[in-house]
Each structure stands twice: as structure tokens, then as C-alpha cells.
């Protein structure tokens, strides 16, 4: 893989920043890195909506990073962090609908980056076992590799609250 040493990198980050991460949260980060937030976008005006509503219970924190790299020129733009800057939701919602629209991942790929998921369970990187993994990786294959949502354990550990867009189309604000 062409990139193995960045998304290593950014496993490894992941890892040690959310310790609690069970193999669908790792799961869902690589299927981010590969495939984007596409897959929320049915309308972009219904989309903003949503995210509206979710800015009303998000609360501004500058102290959680603004983005975190997801890979593949991808991050996670944190809601809390763009409050906290100013950032609106029109421009929080323009990168992430044009991100959407502009990432197109392929499964041989995605498939790529499991198989380092595993290596790095292998090598104790996580706190999930490659037992755990595995089976995991098991029925998920079995249902053809759909999105997956974070674990309950990740949503009420970490409260996450972003929206995936590529780096290049972060908005005009904060680049």
C-alpha cells in the first residue's frame, strides 16, 4: 500500500488518543479514510439541517483539535472546534458535501487497509485483541463491508462530533 507509513501513523494516533476504540471504531475510521462521509449525502439542504441541529447540542471546545487526519488527504473536522473558531455551518457543510462529491474509494483498497488494521492488532497497537478483530472482521465481510457506526463505548467516551472532508477543501477559514 502506497501509503502504509501515514496510515500507520494514523492508526497509531487513533490508538493511544482514543484507548477505548473496539474494532468497529477502527473499522469506521478506515472506511472514512477510503470512501469519505458520501455516504450521509442524500441532499446537501437536508444535510445542513442535520448538522445544524447537531451544532445545537454540540458544545464549543478550543481545546480538542480542529481536524484529525483520517488518511488519504481525509480528516475529521471536529464540531466542537469549529464552534469554538467561528467556523458557520454553511462553510462546514459546502467542504463536506464538495469532499463527498470529490472522494471516490474502491474496495481492493479498503480491503488493504483492514489487513494493516490487523497487523497492527497483531502487534498490540490497540486494545482489542486480534481475536476480537477477527471475528469482528468476520460477520463484517459477511455483510459486505457496509458503513459502520462507532461503538457505543467510543459515543459516550469520546462524544464524537465531526464531519469528514478532504484537507484541501477545509473551509476557506482555517487553511
Keep these: 500500500m502506497a501509503n502504509e507509513t501515514e496510515l500507520s501513523h494514523i492508526l497509531r494516533y487513533h490508538a493511544a488518543r482514543y484507548p477505548a476504540m473496539e474494532p468497529t471504531d477502527a473499522v469506521k475510521l478506515l472506511y472514512q479514510s477510503e470512501f469519505g462521509g458520501g455516504h450521509l449525502i442524500s441532499d446537501p ?3 445542513l439541517a442535520y448538522l445544524r441541529r447537531e451544532l445545537q447540542t454540540t458544545p464549543p471546545d478550543e481545546n480538542v483539535p480542529l481536524t484529525e487526519p483520517i488518511g488519504g488527504g481525509l480528516v475529521r473536522l471536529s464540531l466542537s472546534a469549529a464552534l469554538a473558531c ?5 462553510q462546514i457543510n459546502d467542504s463536506f458535501v ?3 462529491a470529490a472522494v471516490k474509494g474502491t474496495l481492493p483498497r479498503f480491503l488493504e487497509k483492514l489487513q ?15 481475536a476480537a478483530l477477527s ?16 461503538s457505543p463505548t467510543y459515543r459516550a467516551l469520546y462524544h464524537p462530533a465531526y464531519r469528514v472532508m478532504l484537507t484541501s477543501l477545509l473551509p476557506s477559514t482555517i487553511v
Design 45 to 47: 439542504a437536508r444535510t
Design 86 to 90: 467561528g467556523i458557520s455551518a454553511e
Design 98 to 100: 464538495r469532499s463527498a
Design 116 to 130: 494493516l488494521l490487523q497487523e497492527l492488532c497483531e502487534a498490540d497497537v490497540f486494545a482489542f485483541s486480534p
Design 135 to 150: 471475528d469482528y472482521l468476520v460477520a463484517y465481510a459477511a455483510q459486505g463491508y457496509p458503513m459502520v457506526s462507532h
